[in-house]
DNA sequence: GGGCATTTAATTGCGCACAACTTAATCGTG
DNA sequence: CACGATTAAGTTGTGCGCAATTAAATGCCC
């Protein structure tokens, strides 16, 4: 039942393939269950957790064209656009071309969706009451993800050993 | 433009709408990016990440019903019938009643989805490699997100501040 | 200025995640 | 034994994530 320690340069493959269930698995299933919890918080709000994603940062920028909303969150037109197109049928957000740009569509906030920060408000106090995480092991997991993020992204890109 | 140091207990609504953010955000990226390495890595195997996964507790366990599959996986049948059904279009897994309570399914491993094992076998070498983690630091994250889908966990069930 | 590559959104198609519901088998209690 | 409750899979519908394609505007270079 106990795993022997194991010296890293000598794991065997068995061991690489259970630890590497684990970590993929086990940052899937935080994923999946800050989802969760966000749903259910979000409810009210009429906003699921990608949409409420993109509030946030419209609440930060007021108006940003939607390739620069892709950048910030990491997701493609393919995505954003039923996306936002949902967010206009809920009267939160406002799209049309850029003057300057025509190929370039700015997203701005509607009075609704300014008041909906109000409604908000309390959504990250909850959730970080629900973590029951310090601010310092907050940190040291958001310095892991964004580091592991860093080099995964590299990793697809700009590593041979990836795409033989 | 620079964020003077603040206590925990004393951070402002918009911090902590900012550090939300990024603590969501970043596990919500990291999660992305790794199914971005294993998606490369996995077309050639024909597997989608998830069905990955599947395949591993298969390659465990050999048999077992759906719904301890979900258990292990954290997924329910609307998710893993349709995704069983392809693998077992795809000839690597067997659904079938079981005997003795025909309200269950038993998976089972075809021929063909043990040999796949084999060619997976690089997988989780490769995506150590594009981590570029070392043990230690898969671990400790792999720690910080255990204890975060915990608690993650029994806040959607038990916290009446979450079911007003 | 004309023609071609690039950029930006939108669309289409597929698979996953989840809620809500349906169906069928089993259990439990009288 | 009967009958209501519970359990296990499957189905349906919605939304997200992503690859591939399309359409339109812009930039560039001769």
């Not at 950048?71 to 799209?95: F, I, M, N, Q, W």
């Amino acid at each position: 039942m106990t795993k022997p320690p194991t010296a890293p340069s000598e794991r065997a493959p068995q061991d690489l393939l259970r630890l590497d269930r684990q970590l993929c698995f086990s940052l899937n299933a935080a994923s999946r269950a800050f989802g969760a919890v966000y749903r259910t918080l979000l409810k009210d709000l009429g906003l699921t957790y990608p949409q409420y994603l993109v509030m946030l940062v419209l609440w930060e920028h007021t108006e940003l064209p939607v390739k620069r909303l892709g950048e910030l969150l990491r997701l493609d037109s393919g995505t954003l656009s039923p996306l936002l197109k949902r967010l206009e049928a809920a009267g939160l957000v406002h799209r049309e071309r850029s003057a300057q740009d025509e190929r370039s569509v700015l997203v701005r906030l509607t009075p609704a969706g300014t008041v909906l920060r109000e409604e908000a408000a309390l959504v990250p106090v909850r959730i970080a009451t629900a973590t029951g995480f310090t601010a310092q092991e907050a940190g040291e997991l958001r310095a892991l993800l964004e580091k592991l993020t860093l080099a995964l992204d590299g990793a697809a890109f700009d590593d041979g050993s990836l795409c033989d």
